[in-house]
Every structure is written in C-alpha cells, then in structure tokens.
C-alpha cells in the first residue's frame, strides 16, 4: 500500500445552529420520484436523505473519508456527506431503494447476497451503487478496474474479495451470461497432507489475481450432514442488500431529542467550577447534565458476566477527567445543532494536571497518579498506576532456563489501534407504553448492558428492555457500554426520547481501543525443544481499566500456550496512562503476544541453524497435551483443566508450504539484486472458542402452524452471520431448509439470554444451546408424530424434507404435527428452550502465509498475497467462515502494516480521522486465499471450534518473518510504516547482502 495524502475535509460549511438555518427549497428527483423539499441552506444531502427515511443512506464520518454515504448523482457516485443538498437541486439521485424490480432485487444486489459480500451491511447499499455505476458505463470491467472502482467505500468486515467477485458475477448476470450457484471447493485429506491435491489456481502462478472460492478438506471419517458445512447465503443478507432499516439509527420517534457529549480537552485535569446555566437557558435545550446532578455509582465499562472484573473505576460523570475525549457533560435538545450549540456554552473552568502518556514512565515514583480518587477499590498499586499485576506459572521456570542449553530473549512491541466500526456507537432510549426504559443500541451485548445500566440509572432491571437491531460491525468495541447510561439519563432527565451518536472522532478519542503492549519474551531450548518460557507484559489500557485485566490474562495464555512449555511463567503489569481507555477489540490480547512468539521462534531457529517449520512443529501444541496455564490463567478469575482435543494444524502448515511453493521461494530469494527484494514467511498461531466455565448462551425453537420455526436467541450477530449458522445447525437437526426458520436476535424481553458477541464463542457456546433446542423439540415432534401414526417407538421417526418419517415409509409432514397438537390431539405448544456452557474452550488452530516485496530505499512494504489455512473444526457455513478469515486478515494486516493510534506530548490525538489513520482500501489489497482443514472437535456442536478470531494472530508474524525474508532484518515493532521499516533496514548491519 502507498501513502495517501488525504483531502482536507469540508468543502461543507460547518453544520452549526444560527448559520444553517436558513431555509430553501429544492427539487430532487429522487429514485424516480420527483420531490420539493425544504432544506437548511447548510444542510448535507446525506442529512437530507435520511431525514427523508432513504435509510440505506449511511452516516460513518462525515469527513468524506468511508464513502458509505454513498449515492449516485445523475448517475455518478458521490459521497452525500461532502455535498450541500442545495447544491443537488434540480438534480437526479439514485439510493439502494430505487433498485431492484417489482420487490425482487436488482441483479447486482443479488450477486452480492449470493457471493457473501455481505457481512454487517453497513458498507452494502454504497458498494452496490459504486457497482452500478461502473457496470452502467463499463459492462465487463476487469479486477483492477472493480477494485479502484469500489475503493471510495471503506470496507472493515470483508477484505473486499467477495465484493470485486459479486461485481464480476453481476456483470456476467447484467450481460445475459449463466452464472454458477455459489461454490465451494471440496476436497477428502489424506493422511500425508503434504501430498495433497490442490487445485492449480491456489498455486497462483501466472498472476491471475481473481478471488478464489475457499476451498476445504476434510476427513473421511466425518460425519455427513445436509445443511450444516454447506455454503448458505446470510438469512439477513437480502434486507442488508436492500438498505432496509435495521440499524439502530434507521428509525425515529415522535418528539425524539438529540444527545450530545461534550468532551475534555486536557488529557489530565480536575474540573474546579463547572456552570451549565448559560446551555440550559438556550431555547429547545430540554437538560444539560454535569456530574453535579448525576449519583456517583462506580461501575467498570467492559460488558462482562457477572461479576465483572475490577476495578469499578468510572462514574458516568465525574469531577475529574483521565483523557482527552474524557466524558464532562451531556445534553439533549430539539436539534442536533443546538446540541452541539447548547455545548459551547457550558463554561468548565479546568485545574490541569500532569499527564503521563508512557506506561514505563507512569510505574516511576512521582509520577501523576491517574486514579487518586478514594472510591475505587481494586487498583494493585495506585500510586505507580498499576491497575493489576499478573503472575502465573506452571513448573518451575527459573530451574529450567537454568538448566537449558540456550536462553534466547526478545523485545516486541504492538501499538494502540482503533476497531474502526463504520456504524458508530448509537443509541436511543425512550419510554414505552408501560413506563419501561427501551434502550435501542447498537451493542455485542445486550442481556450485559441491561444488567451494568440499571444501577447506574436507578432502575430495576425488570423496568428495562435492551433491543439490539442489526450491527454495522463492532469488533469488541461494542462489548463496552459506551453511550447507554448517558442517554438513559437523559431520557430520564427529559421524559422524551433521546439519540446520542459518537462522531467519527469521538470514535477515536472517547470508545475503546486495543491495549499497546510492550512484550519481553525469554525461551529457554535444550535439544530443539523449549523447555520454559517466560512472558514478561506491560499493557498500557489507557484511563480506565475496563478490559485490562482479562485482555492480558487471554494474551499471556495464548502467547505462552502455541508452544505449551511444561515451565511457564506469566508475568504483566497492567497500566494506567492519560491516554483513551483500551477495551475489547478481535484478537482480545493473543494477537499481540503471539506476534511476540512466532517472532522469536523464528529468530531462534535461525540462530540455532533449524528449519523454522520443523523447529515450531517439534514444539507447538498436539493432540492430548495439557494445556499447563489453562487453569492458572482463565479470563479475570481461574481458569480450567484443559488439553488439546482436536487438530489440524500439522496439515494446515503442510498444504500452506505447498500452496505457496514456500521452500522453493525461500531458496530463489537468496539469489536476489536490486532495491526491491520479495520474501515470503509463514507463523502459526491458536485462538479459543469461548471462556471456558462462564460463557452461556440459551436458544429457543418455536413450532409454528405450517411447520416453519421461531428461533430466538441472545447471540447477537454483528455482521459475522452468527444468525445464518445457528439456523444452520436448527435445520440440520429438524429436517428442514434454513428458509423454515424465522431467526431474531436479540431482545432482552423476548430472547433467552445470552453473554453476547466476543470471546469468539457464537458458533461454539450459542451453537451448543441451539443444537440442544433442537433436538430437544425433535423429539417432542416425534412424539406427537408417533401419536398420529400410532408407532410405538418415536425414536425410529425421521425428520427429513419438512417430514417424520416412519420406518415403513409412512409420513405425516411437519405442518400436520403441528396443526394436530395446537387444535386435535394433545393438545400444546411444541416449543424448547435449552442452556448450554462448556468447561472447555477448544482452540483453533490455523498457519498464516504473507508473500512481500520491500522497497528498501523507502521502506515501502507491498504485501502481495496473504494466505491463511484454518483449522477451524467443522466449518458450519463455509461462505460465512471464509469471510470472517478473509475480513480478519484484512484487519490484521491493517495492525501489522499501517494503522496506529498517534499523540502529542499533550495527549491531543493526531489522526482521529479515517484518512490520516489508513484503512486498507480495495484497490490496495492483497490476493487472499483461505483454506479450511476441517477436524472434528468432540466437545463442539457438529464439531465446531471458532473462526471469528484467529485470522487477526498470524499476520503481523507472518509480516516479519517475510520481511526477514526479503531483508535478513528483524523489525520488533509494528507498524510496519515505511519510515520505521526504513530506518531498521539503515540501523541493522545485518541486512541481508545481495546475492548472498
Ligand atoms: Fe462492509 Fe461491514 S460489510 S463494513
């Protein structure tokens, strides 16, 4: 990827109180329609459209960066947020409602339902216009020309791969040509895996740069199923494509007012005098609320289970402030802008204080103690800013570096990034009929907010409702609760309803982000086998501890457990910093430390004279071996006895070497001349599959009159399509076609309960409870169904093609058992609710491959192909699981390459905005290819382990060690921006010669 220079932003006046109100009137003509519409002379058009319900319209930044305010104008695509809407008079837009023909969908928005574009949908109904727009003036544009062409819409969930195919598909749809259902590449594993057949694509010879349908190889022994491990298109994919309003911000209430948060400038400072008076007076201002008129509840952000971990160290208001972007004061008015207005005139005078931004320098003596305040309880040590201090062994790990043969150290460091969600936290609160407090938000963890905000607002929780609509992603930043307590205060304070939505710089200065960690390995190797290893730890969490603890307790287990030394030692020191709160974020802690390992096993056997694969391999995690920090290190708590069930990582690093020619390369690549040297690396890594002992999730299958059923579930599918395969799983068990099965997910009042979305734990801990409904229910209709065909033995009864069949070729469909017991015989609901939690937390395992070319007279790393074997277990819908490999290696490669949250000395962000802060664009990703290698886990609903997770583990390893490759120099620190890859390449005698 190259350096952007990003546009300033506004051409756009600013959207303020007093300036915009002046009126005008314009015509659009608007998917057909023609309209008069009055409008403020400063109002945007995305602002206009949406005040117009064309919902499919999304807000992400309104700096013009994610393009997903994307609509075209007479034709064109623009960005809506950029252009005035007085400046469209007279002029022709097309949003998403406008395709499609009599109620079907349009051919491009089929292609992308079909192909799995989809994932939240957030970025949806913009890429389908991009798309159109391209196809209307170019009927069969090459990849390159779809790439640049959809590369004005950031895309966080995807890596865009399946987008340019739904392009392709569609064009072939739009120019009359046959297009195949979409596939899957099946293959049986052999025993030697290294001997297995790939397809010839996967080589990636000859520079064919299409994407490729995800290929899987399985066992022969496992188990076949009908419905389960089959490609199924996303039960919520043709609304998503449709711009239907699902989203949190999609919907609106009479006399709903808009919150705003006004935020602290300084990033440590005591608010010695804070006067609201002057914005409550300004005219549609309905409450203005500063921690004066607010009851100081502590309480931890982090959407956990009960009990959360400590510290309790936040109120929603407080007298003093621990950032910049820290939370002063909130309010509610008729208008955004005179929210925004009414904030200007709160008068906060500030005492500053020091503010420490390293963590080395906030464990000194004398430095600013961030957390002086006498009320939070569970802080290790206060006054040197350590929140928690971590230690954990197993074995004895000083006798056994002692007695190694080598001790090999290594320093690592990873950096402070944002989740980069395109849909911000938003949220509304309003009271129902009933005087219950509805919090509509868009949240990972509904049944979590619902406990956490009734303390804080004074409610019991029987008087709230949590509704989680769809999600326009999340990844962990939505397991906190960012914005519910605020707005229910102020739907508390006002009586009406209230909407708050952080802006795009709120993202960045006042959510969450990930912990940037400082990591010092030692590894002890007698023999070629590690025989201790110890992890010493500095994770910086920012102001407040919320995620701290649990993120650093998963990252010493994973980092210390790829290779499962018996002597294991975990040490961390979990810091304050005036910096913005760490939270949760996808690879929750293991991603940075297993960076840390592959790196040093790599330089290890290099330094030993061992084949890097043979080295890990003689030491990675196997089948039966206890896990020896399992229980020592559970998340916030102990853990549990665990060992190794299921792998498939040997066959994984085997068909990667393969497919990528790996050993052929490494050898070509010594030969190499010129500035710009290609490398290739690989890294293997593990993940988990829920929190062992204290996930649970609940599910529940409801029959209905013609056979079809309601599956209710807490789980809550942010754009992962967590919903398609728990209906998967309902459908195998039953018989029946996913179409049967009506998903809604979730609702605290009508859904079981649920942990929520994290921990990668959907598939494995809700898929148990959905499995165990479903048969469950299963056998209540055989039951019945015996009763109608008198057999003896309901057992016998198969549920097959919406029908039970009996041994004798009898049958009686699903629709007749159903109308039977609800009106004739026995009369009663056939309904089940089942529980399921696990004390084991089954890792997947998966080898990472990165292919590069380094610049090295600038830096410039070009990474070229990414490709990720997974092992998985059973891969429930192969099209989903692929996109969640393909969209997390996106997101990694973002960590390991480019993005980086930056400071002042000062603490004031410097690119809190998605421009200067680099988001892969299409146009500038890798070739992606994924490749299953299905186990069967035992403990797993029809064998399933994880795959939300792991692809972010093995990027930034795989980064280095290609880099390496291509330099004969290690970089310990991401990102892997020009200028630091430069200035290691000009500091390290040891870069490699040419021709060497
Ligand atoms: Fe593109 Fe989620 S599917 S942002």
């Known amino acids: 990827m190259t350096d952007r220079v990003t546009p300033a932003p506004a051409a756009r006046p600013p959207h303020t109180a007093g300036e915009g109100r002046s009126q005008a009137s314009i015509t659009l003509t608007i998917n057909g329609t023609r309209k008069r519409l009055p409008v403020e002379h400063a109002e945007s058009l995305l602002d206009v459209l949406r005040r117009q319900s064309y919902w499919s319209v999304k807000r992400g930044c309104e700096t013009g960066d994610c393009g997903v305010c994307t609509v075209l104008l007479d034709g064109q695509p623009i960005h809506s947020c950029m252009r005035l809407a007085v400046e469209a008079d007279g002029h022709v837009v097309t949003t998403v409602e406008g395709l499609g023909q009599e109620g079907g969908l349009h051919p491009i928005q089929r292609a992308f339902v079909e192909t799995g574009a989809i994932q939240c949908g957030y970025c949806t109904p913009a890429q389908i216009l991009t798309a159109k727009a391209l196809l209307d003036g170019n009927a069969n544009p090459s990849d390159a020309e779809v790439r640049e062409a959809l590369s004005g819409v950031l895309c966080r969930c995807t890596g865009y791969a399946r987008s340019v195919e739904a392009v392709q598909r569609a064009a072939a749809m739009l120019r009359g040509e046959a297009v195949s259902l979409m596939t899957v590449l099946e293959e049986i ?534 919903d398609t395969i728990l209906a998967q799983m309902a459908a195998e068990v039953l018989g029946i076609p996913v179409d049967d099965l009506i998903v809604y997910s979730s609702d605290t009042d009508f859904t079981p309960f649920d942990k929520g979305a994290y921990a990668s734990s959907t598939t494995y801990i809700s898929g148990g409870a959905v499995r165990k409904a479903a048969l469950k229910i299963r056998d209540q209709i055989r039951a019945h169904a015996a009763l109608m065909l008198k057999i003896d033995r309901p057992a016998d009864l198969i549920l097959k093609d919406r029908k039970v069949v009996a041994p004798d070729g009898r049958f009686v469909t699903l629709a007749e058992v159903t109308l039977n017991s609800l009106h004739q015989q026995n009369q009663h609901q056939i309904a089940a609710t089942e529980s399921h939690m696990s004390y084991e937390s089954p890792p997947p395992l998966a080898a990472q491959f990165a292919e590069v070319a380094v610049d090295t007279e600038t830096g410039q790393v070009t990474v070229e192909r990414l490709l990720m074997v997974v092992d998985c277990g059973r891969a429930i819908n192969p099209l989903t699981a692929a996109g969640q490999v393909e969209g997390g290696m996106a997101q990694a490669l973002g960590f390991a390459h480019c993005e980086e949250m930056l400071y002042d000395r000062d603490g004031q962000a410097i690119n809190p905005r998605f421009g200067p802060y680099r988001i892969y664009t299409s146009n500038e990703m890798p070739l992606m290819d994924v490749i299953f290698v299905q186990t069967d886990e035992p403990s797993g609903p029809f064998g399933a382990k994880s795959v939300a997770e792991i692809p972010m583990d093995g990027v930034a390893p795989a980064l280095a060690s290609a880099i390496h490759d291509a330099t004969g120099v290690w970089i310990r620190e991401l990102p892997y921006a020009p200028e630091r890859v430069w200035r290691a390449l000009r500091c390290t005698k040891a870069a490699r010669p040419s021709g060497e």
């Open 189 to 722: 594993l052999p025993d030697d895996a290294a001997r297995v057949e790939l397809p010839e694509a996967f080589y990636r010879r000859g520079g064919d740069r299409a994407p490729l349908p995800p290929l899987i190889f399985s066992p022969p022994n496992l188990e076949k199923t009908s419905v389960v491990g089959k490609p199924q298109v996303k039960v919520d994919a043709p609304k998503l494509a449709r711009g239907r309003p699902v989203f949190t911000d999609d919907f609106r209430l009479d006399g709903m007012l808009y919150g705003a948060l006004l935020t602290s400038s300084h990033a440590h400072a005591r608010i010695k005098r804070i006067d609201a008076s002057p914005a409550r007076a300004l005219p549609g201002v309905h409450a203005v609320l500063t921690w004066q008129d607010l009851p100081r509840v502590k309480y931890a952000s982090g959407g956990q289970s009960h009990p959360q971990p400590p510290p309790y160290d936040q109120v929603c208001l407080d007298n003093k402030v621990r950032h910049v972007g820290d939370r002063v004061a909130v309010v509610a008015a008729e208008t955004p802008e005179l929210a925004r207005q009414a904030l200007r005139l709160i008068e906060v005078e500030y005492e500053v204080l020091p503010a420490v931004l390293d963590p080395d320098e906030a464990m000194r003596d004398g430095a600013p103690v961030i957390h002086d305040e006498p009320d939070t309880e569970g802080i290790y040590d206060a006054q040197h800013n350590i929140v928690h201090h971590i230690e954990a062994e197993a074995g004895n790990v000083a006798a056994a570096l002692a007695s190694a043969q080598h001790v090999f150290e290594g320093e690592y460091h990873t950096p402070k990034r944002q989740q980069a969600h395109l849909e911000p936290h938003v949220c509304i609160t309003y009271w129902d009929e009933d005087d219950r407090l509805v919090i509509r938000t868009s949240t990972q963890v509904p049944f979590h907010i619902r406990r956490m905000v009734a303390p804080l607002i004074g409610l019991p929780v029987k008087r709230i409702r949590v509704i989680k609509p769809r999600l326009g992603g999340g990844f962990g930043n939505k397991q906190e609760m960012i914005l519910e307590d605020l707005c229910a205060h102020l739907t508390l304070a006002t009586r009406r309803p209230v909407r708050m939505e952080y802006t795009r710089q709120q993202e960045f200065t006042s959510s969450r982000s990930r912990h940037p960690n400082h990591m010092r390995y030692k590894i002890g190797v007698t023999d070629g086998k590690v025989i201790a290893a110890e992890l010493y730890l500095i994770g910086d969490t920012g102001a407040y501890g919320t995620h701290g603890l649990t993120v650093q307790m998963v990252g010493g287990f994973k980092g210390l457990t790829l290779y499962n030394a018996s002597n294991s030692r975990f040490v961390c020191d979990v810091v304050y910093t005036n910096t913005p709160p760490a939270g949760a974020f996808r690879g929750y802690g293991a991603m940075q430390c297993q960076f840390g390992i592959e790196v040093l096993m790599e330089e290890i056997a290099g330094q030993l004279g061992l084949d890097v694969v043979e080295f890990k391999r003689a030491n990675w995690l196997k089948i039966g071996e206890p896990m020896y920090l399992a229980k020592a290190l559970g998340e916030g708590r102990e853990g549990f006895e665990q060992s190794l069930q299921s792998s498939g990582l040997d066959q994984c690093v085997a068909i990667g070497l393969q497919a990528t020619d790996f050993y052929a390369k490494r050898r070509a690549y010594r030969q190499q001349n010129g500035p710009v040297r290609r490398g290739i690396g690989m890294a293997v890594m593990m993940h988990g599959s829920g929190i062992a002992g204290l996930d649970m999730a609940a599910a529940t299958l409801k029959m209905n009159d013609d056979g079809s059923f309601n599956l209710l579930v807490g789980a809550t599918d942010l754009g992962t399509g967590s």
